[in-house]
């Protein structure tokens, strides 16, 4: 009987091995902070993920121009950097995601009242729209963004439809021919849209806003870090689009979360 009873007392103890005990007050609060600091950089990490811009106009723009001075080895003088204003920079709304799916939201919002009559419209004006010359430009650094961006975009371009810049699957014959009709948006990639403006089929005298897109690949690379395509943006943009920016006559809309850090924080205080 004795024995019976130790073998049940025995069975007992070890029925729940891993049963934690009640915490203590103090150890109890200590984890529920805890719990509280993981959640919110959690909900940071998913806002960065899903490309909330949370940058100021004058934090993007230091860091365009700091992306601008070193892909291009060059120093901006102090008079340079005060001619080139913040309102080159197109905020978008803080409420919204920056994804491929609100794109189209974001550019409805950036051209207010006249949206419908510049970004819908499909019909050539004379003395007015010209052919091949779109209103918003935007740059990604391969085909498949390019389609995942006008993808955001397609309640605004059932009249108009949108032109694809890219080399993949698509021969600059063709694009040409969809040249000649009214474009209101663009989506490419920098090689093939400065091939298309130097053969003088793209224009660029109705271009209000470039998108540049900011999401990064699989690899860590985005427009302004895979090395072929980084060197084809800023020679496009030098060429083309430096003095209309400087000019206040074009807007730059970095799409996607802008980087805050010291680097940034040097050419603010050269701005200032």
């Not at 029925?15 to 719990?35: D, F």
């Not at 600059?172 to 000649?180: G, I, T």
Request: aromatic share 6%; proline share 3%; net charge positive.
């Amino acid at each position: 009987m004795a024995s019976g009873k130790a073998d049940k007392t025995s069975k007992t103890s070890f029925k729940n091995p891993n049963k934690r005990l009640p915490l203590g007050p103090n150890r109890a609060k200590k984890n529920k902070t805890k719990k509280k600091v993981n959640k919110t950089k959690k909900n940071q990490n998913n806002n960065e993920s899903n490309g909330v811009q949370r940058a100021s106009a004058s934090q993007q723009l230091s860091f365009f121009l700091n992306q601008f001075q070193s892909a291009n080895g060059v120093q901006l003088s102090s008079l340079e950097l005060e001619s080139i204003k913040d309102n080159c920079i197109l905020e978008l709304s803080k409420g919204l995601d920056q994804d491929a799916n609100t794109l189209g939201k974001h550019m409805k919002a950036a051209f207010r009242p006249s949206w419908k009559e510049v970004l819908c419209e499909g019909q050539l004006m004379e003395g007015k729209i010209d052919c091949g010359s779109p209103a918003i430009i935007i740059f990604s650094a391969s085909a498949i963004r390019s389609l995942e961006l006008l993808r955001g975009l397609r309640p605004l371009t059932m009249e108009c439809h949108a032109v694809k810049l890219f080399s993949k699957h698509m021969k600059v014959e063709d694009q040409v021919s969809l040249l000649k009709n009214r474009v209101n948006i663009a989506s490419g990639t920098p090689s093939r849209i400065k091939k298309l403006i130097d053969m003088e089929a793209l224009g660029i005298s109705r271009l209000d806003v470039i998108v540049l897109d900011m999401q990064t690949d699989v690899k860590g690379y985005s427009l302004f870090t895979l090395p072929q395509v980084r060197d084809e943006f800023w020679d496009l943009y030098k060429s083309f689009f430096h003095q209309r920016v400087v000019r206040g006559d074009l807007r730059i809309c970095l799409y996607g979360a802008v980087p805050v850090d010291a680097e940034i924080k040097k050419i603010e205080k050269r701005c200032s």
